[in-house]
């Protein structure tokens, strides 16, 4: 069904992006504009976007119905044509729910944890515009638009890592985010090219592509299917391009929870749920997706485990529960991976957000062992925390236990036993490190009296909300052994996912085990941490503590190898050789040139002498032809 609706969900946030840059532009070069102004452009443009995907989803909820918009034709060359498209189907549409309205949410926090800074102004400008990006990406009917709003959560994501760029070490974190992900951007349009050669003369939208799968060649389809997931390793920090992820916590807190929770890093996800028709049938690829994404779990957990600052121990924490997501996708589970993609956005942003509140409260410290020894008291911060702490390590009946419980299900099902024995061990890790945190910064002793510190409304407002989700939003999609309906398997029934159908009894026994391996994580991390001296802070040492030296590993294997072969070519190639023989060619014409130039010298006796000369030398030569 055709509707103008689409690119309003858009437009919102792109508008407010606009009006927020002019005005931060006045601000800086007339005269000065007030915060209040840039807040109410920031927030509200981001609740439009919620309020008119909430009256779409109603109405598709009634009327069983699918929105489409065409804007206008982008590019109509030969055999390529290229609609500007929206696609509001129950899989976008989905997104589209929890991404405005979570990112409406981190918009109001922004307000309070920007609060006095410089930059304000031109923070809700990037804001919005990320924002618009994501929204652009979950709502494009065809892979190219899909690219553009790609590409734009990763500019946007580079623009407000390196916010604060008086920071050289803000600069570096944001040109390794980039830099990295160029890498994986670069598969992904690979990927795209591929499909483009695969289907031939077909019009490049998903239902074209879809319908047309069939006359495509098997072995292109399968190269692209891969092409594309490098593209969602590199977005979707996953080995080997998760790299970038700790260090995007150079950027202010609100900008990590907007990443983590509800934008950039859900892309790759959701991309290969979006090309679940090509998925379906690349058995092998799927099998690669999802050790991907177990390993990428484990090595994230395991690196987590010996981190000291809070961000990027939420930031590594990140990366293992997107391999969960992963490791659904690729087995064929698709609404299970996006009901997971969808609870972690309830718990991810309100942990990062509870985390900004301590940074807040204890000025911009973020090494736990010193938040422990400076603690304050923040009562609505610690609760929600504690909230959203349980809800990772997947402890019922809080939404991150149904959610991580049915992929678990869904790998034992499948008979990847080894996949699931690393996510169950993943899942002790999870409940280990996650309580290691919030006992050293909430619990343990600390030498230090607790002081109350104030939190503005605009900070513990969306937590309060957050912590609900967090909680409740698993009974959405509650098993069928619990009495419930699968409402968000049956609401993205179009995928063609795969449903759990173990018997209850061996459902009962994997929920008990899952159960149990994050009890025994809290249990560990109680032994250890509930009453450790934070005095005495653990180092980052060792092969863990360094996180198993990948980054110096890539130092070495890729950037200085890169340096030293482009100083080569600089140097030797470009120098030596190439303007070496430019150079020697020129010097040469340059020195013909110059004896040439001695014959037009401007002296009437040399050329009097050559003309005699030339005279001579015909004479003679009349003389022998004709022998005279």
């Known amino acids: 069904m055709s509707t103008n609706l689409l690119v309003w969900i858009i437009l919102s946030p792109l508008v407010g992006a606009i009006l927020n840059g002019g005005f931060y532009f006045y601000h800086i070069k007339k005269k000065p504009v007030s915060d209040l102004t840039f807040s109410l452009i920031g927030t509200i443009t981001p609740f439009i976007s919620f309020l008119i995907t909430l009256s779409l989803f109603l109405r598709m909820k009634d009327e069983n119905i699918i929105f489409e918009q065409q804007l206008f034709t982008w590019l109509n060359i030969d055999k390529l044509n290229i609609n500007m498209g ?112 695969a289907m031939g003369e077909v019009d490049l939208s998903f239902s074209s592509i879809e319908a047309n799968l069939g006359n495509a060649s098997p072995e292109l389809l399968t190269l692209a299917g891969f092409l594309l997931f490098v593209g969602a390793m590199g977005k979707s920090a996953q080995i080997p391009l998760y790299v970038w992820l700790p260090d995007a916590m150079a950027g202010p807190t609100p900008i990590s929870a907007l990443i983590h929770a509800a934008t950039m890093v859900t892309a790759g996800v959701y991309m290969v749920a979006r090309f679940h ?49 992963f490791i659904a996708v690729g087995l064929g589970f698709y609404s299970t991976g996006l009901f997971h993609v969808f609870t972690h956005a309830f718990f991810k942003a309100m942990l990062f957000m509870g985390a900004g509140g301590v940074i807040m409260a204890l000025h911009h410290q973020q090494d736990i062992f010193k938040i422990a020894q400076h603690r304050a008291s923040l009562p609505i911060i610690g609760f929600t925390f504690l909230v959203g702490v349980i809800a990772i390590s997947g402890i019922p009946p809080f939404s991150g236990f ?39 910064v909430f619990v343990a002793p600390s030498p230090i009296v607790k002081k109350y510190v104030y939190t503005p409304k605009t900070v ?124 020697s060619s020129s010097n040469n014409f340059v020195n013909i040139g110059k004896k040439v130039a001695m014959l037009q010298n401007a002296n009437v006796r040399f050329y009097a002498c050559f003309m005699l000369l030339g005279m001579t030398c015909i004479f003679i030569y009349i003389y022998i032809t004709l022998g005279l």
């Open 460 to 583: 513990t407002f969306p937590l309060v909300v957050l912590a609900i989700g967090a909680i409740g939003a698993g009974f959405l999609n509650l098993p069928s052994i619990f009495g419930g309906e699968h409402l968000v398997d049956t609401w993205l029934a179009q995928l063609n996912s795969k449903t759990i159908h173990l018997s209850h009894s061996t459902e009962y026994i994997l929920m008990g085990a899952s159960i149990l391996v994050a009890s025994l994580g809290i249990l560990v991390a109680y032994k250890k941490y509930a009453n450790f001296d934070v005095t005495k802070p653990e180092e980052e040492v060792g092969l863990i503590g360094n996180k198993f030296y990948v980054d110096e590993i890539y130092d070495v294997v890729f950037v200085k190898t890169l340096k030293k072969v482009s100083t080569f070519i600089d140097k030797v190639v470009d120098d030596k050789i190439i303007d070496g023989f430019i150079m």
């Open 86 to 197: 929206l696609l509001g189907d129950n899989l976008s549409i989905f997104m589209t729910m929890f991404v405005t309205f979570v990112g409406w949410l981190i918009h109001i926090y922004a307000v309070g944890y920007m609060k006095g800074d410089k930059g304000f102004g031109k923070f809700f400008a990037y804001f919005n515009l990320f924002l618009a990006s994501m929204l652009i990406l979950v709502l494009a009917d065809n892979p190219i638009i899909l690219f553009i709003g790609w590409e734009g959560v990763g500019v946007c994501s580079y623009l407000l890592i390196k916010f604060y760029y008086g920071k050289k070490e803000n600069i570096i974190a944001a040109n390794k985010a980039f830099i990295v992900n160029r890498v994986g951007d670069f598969g992904f349009i690979l990927g795209v090219i591929t499909l483009f050669f």
């Open 402 to 440: 149904f959610s991580k419980d049915a992929i678990l299900a869904g790998a034992f099902q499948e008979g990847e036993y080894i996949i699931w024995a690393i996510a169950m061990f993943t899942a002790f890790l999870t409940a280990f490190y996650m309580f290691r945190l919030y006992f050293i």
């Open 277 to 325: 028709f090509l998925y379906i049938d690349l058995d092998d690829i799927g099998l690669y997706i999802a050790y991907t994404g177990a390993v990428s779990a484990l090595l994230a957990a395991f690196i987590a485990t010996r981190q000291n600052d809070i961000k990027k121990i939420l930031a590594y924490s990140t990366m293992s529960q997107l391999g969960y997501m």
